[in-house]
């Protein structure tokens, strides 16, 4: 590979320090914000994020602390299931996990730079893009679960029951509803803008908010608002249990299918990557008693599944049933 220009090296830095001024600025808008205010990153934001290109890294190696770095979604964290599983991992191997819980945009670019050792993640094209470029040696099936439009009861749009999520996504923006979205790079926010362009629909406007917030803050925006939002079946559920008043109004559409992967991270991104322990984090997550107890998360207390598993291993577990 050649080496940057400095041109290019100077552009690419600019863009990584404007990101985070973004960021810093929304952060100063939250704290500033009267209670009940929505405060609102712009998407560009996100998608600066998604598109920039790595910056040449430091090379001294980033301290774990003999922990394990995790980047995963807010979806795994929201939901409880890392809480549920992590403790034991620890007793089998002694190493330690710590979670980043991030969008799967910013967990791809932790990633890329070397600052997480393994990323659970689900928006299988930028995964596959994220692979072909050797920033991931090992990407293996874990688990998935699905989507769903959540809304108010009162359901202005009337998309309550509709079998085609598209279909209902158009209708709330005949409505100009009030929809918010993730707006932040995630798998979410990725499902969400293609359904809205199967829809035929470029959503701008006031009644469409780019939060650039996690899926548990996301959906307490959406019940302040009583606004529409799409939202990973687990953290509903998970949140719902806590007392969110949003309706479960559009669901079982295949395109709302939401497959979680685990990705190595190439050890050539950074010294400090640990690509052994990543590997036997993978084999770990993947083998059969695992995914037994990713099956069996969320059964007692909500009378469902909320993760399917769905490891190569697993799969041929169950192939002869």
Known sequence: MQPMKMTENYKLVSRR?????????????????????????????????????????????ISRDGKLLLATTTSTQDSGLLDYLLPDFVRQTGVEVDVVAVGTGQALALGRDGNADLLLVHDPDQEREFMAAGYGIRREDVMYNDFVLVGSEADPAGVRGMSSAADAFRQIAEARATFVSRGDASGTHAKELSIWKAAGIEPTGDWYISAGQGMGELLTMAAELQAYTLSDRATYLARQKQGLNLALLVEGDPVLLNPYRVIAINPKNSPAVQA??????????????????????????????????????????????
């Open 276 to 321: 052994e322990l990543a590997n036997q984090f993978i084999d770990w997550i993947i083998s059969v008693p695992v995914q037994e107890e990713i099956a069996q998360f969320g059964r007692q207390e909500y009378g469902q599944s909320l993760f399917m598993p769905d490891s190569a291993l697993w799969r041929a577990s169950k192939a002869g049933d």
């Open 17 to 61: 320090l404007c990101l985070g001024l973004v960021f810093l600025l929304a952060l100063v808008a939250n704290s500033c914000a009267a209670p009940g205010t929505a405060a609102v990153t712009p998407a560009p934001a996100a998608e600066l994020l998604q598109t920039t290109a790595p910056v040449a890294r430091d090379a001294r190696p």
